[in-house]
C-alpha cells in the first residue's frame, strides 16, 4: 500500500469521475415528434426484439381476458425502459386520425376498461384501484389514467398511462412503479421532456 497522497488523490478523484460518469443520464432525441428526453442511467433501454416480445405478451392478455382482437400492428414504440421487473418506462406513437379513427377520448376509455379488465383478469386477489385526470409534460396535456394494483401487503403497483393527440398520433407514455425512488426517477424523467413546437 503506497502513502503517496498524490496517487491516493489521483485515485479518489478517478473514481469520484466515474462514480459521476455513471450517474448521468442518457438524452434521446424523436424526430418523429421532435421530442427530446433523458433516462435515468439505471433503467437499461430493452431491445426492439425483447420488446416486441414483451408487446406481443402484453396483446395476448388483454385478447384473452376480454374475449377480443387487439391491434397494436401500427404502434411504434419510441424507447422502453426498464429498472427491474416492476419497474418500467415507455414511450409509443400509433398514427391518430379523428376524422378516421373517432374521438381520442373515447379510444382512451376504451383503452382504460381493457386494461383494467385484464388485470382484474390476471390477478383476481388483487385490490385494484382506478383515477383519472390530466397531467403537463413537457408543457403540453395529457389524459392521465393510474390504475393502483395492491397485490399484497409489502407490494403495490402504480400503473400510469398518458396519452396526447399530437402531431398526427396517439402519443403514449406508461410507466409501472412499486417504490418511491423509482417514482422520483420516473417525474425527474417526465420533468425532462422537451418538444421542438
Given at each position: 500500500?503506497?502513502?503517496?497522497?498524490?496517487?491516493?488523490?489521483?485515485?479518489?478523484?478517478?473514481?469520484?469521475?466515474?462514480?459521476?460518469?455513471?450517474?448521468?443520464?442518457?438524452?434521446?432525441?424523436f424526430?418523429?415528434?421532435?421530442?427530446?428526453?433523458?433516462?435515468?442511467?439505471?433503467?437499461?433501454?430493452?431491445?426492439?426484439?425483447?420488446?416486441?416480445?414483451?408487446?406481443?405478451?402484453?396483446?395476448?392478455?388483454?385478447?384473452?381476458?376480454?374475449?377480443m382482437?387487439?391491434?397494436?400492428?401500427?404502434?411504434?414504440?419510441?424507447?422502453?425502459?426498464?429498472?427491474?421487473?416492476?419497474?418500467?418506462?415507455n414511450?409509443t406513437?400509433?398514427?391518430?386520425?379523428?376524422?378516421?379513427?373517432?374521438?381520442?377520448?373515447?379510444?382512451?376509455?376504451?383503452?382504460?376498461?381493457?386494461l383494467?379488465?385484464?388485470?382484474?383478469?390476471?390477478?383476481?386477489?388483487?385490490?385494484?384501484?382506478?383515477?383519472?385526470?390530466?397531467?403537463?409534460?413537457?408543457?403540453?396535456?395529457?389524459?392521465?389514467?393510474?390504475?393502483?394494483?395492491?397485490?399484497?401487503?409489502?407490494?403495490?403497483?402504480?400503473?400510469?398511462?398518458?396519452?396526447?393527440?399530437?402531431?398526427?398520433?396517439?402519443?403514449?407514455?406508461?410507466?409501472?412503479?412499486?417504490?418511491?425512488?423509482?417514482?422520483?426517477?420516473?417525474?425527474?424523467?417526465?420533468?425532462?421532456?422537451?418538444?421542438?413546437?
Amino acid at each position: 500500500m503506497t502513502n503517496n497522497p498524490k496517487i491516493i488523490l489521483i485515485c479518489f478523484f478517478l473514481f469520484l469521475e466515474s462514480f459521476t460518469y455513471a450517474q448521468k443520464p442518457v438524452v434521446y432525441y424523436f424526430s418523429e415528434i421532435g421530442l427530446t428526453m433523458y433516462i435515468p442511467s439505471d433503467f437499461n433501454v430493452i431491445d426492439a426484439a425483447k420488446n416486441e416480445a414483451i408487446n406481443q405478451h402484453g396483446q395476448k392478455l388483454m385478447e384473452d381476458a376480454n374475449h377480443m382482437k387487439v391491434d397494436i400492428s401500427e404502434t411504434k414504440t419510441l424507447i422502453a425502459a426498464r429498472k427491474s421487473e416492476k419497474d418500467y418506462f415507455n414511450v409509443t406513437i400509433t398514427p391518430f386520425d379523428p376524422k378516421k379513427d373517432g374521438s381520442i377520448d373515447e379510444s382512451n376509455a376504451n383503452v382504460y376498461k381493457i386494461l383494467f379488465k385484464t388485470f382484474h383478469s390476471k390477478l383476481p386477489n388483487a385490490k385494484i384501484d382506478t383515477a383519472s385526470g390530466v397531467k403537463i409534460v413537457g408543457g403540453k396535456s395529457f389524459s392521465e389514467f393510474l390504475v393502483k394494483i395492491l397485490i399484497d401487503q409489502n407490494t403495490t403497483m402504480y400503473m400510469y398511462l398518458l396519452s396526447k393527440l399530437y402531431e398526427g398520433y396517439d402519443l403514449g407514455i406508461s410507466y409501472l412503479y412499486t417504490d418511491e425512488p423509482t417514482k422520483k426517477q420516473i417525474a425527474s424523467t417526465l420533468d425532462s421532456f422537451k418538444f421542438d413546437k
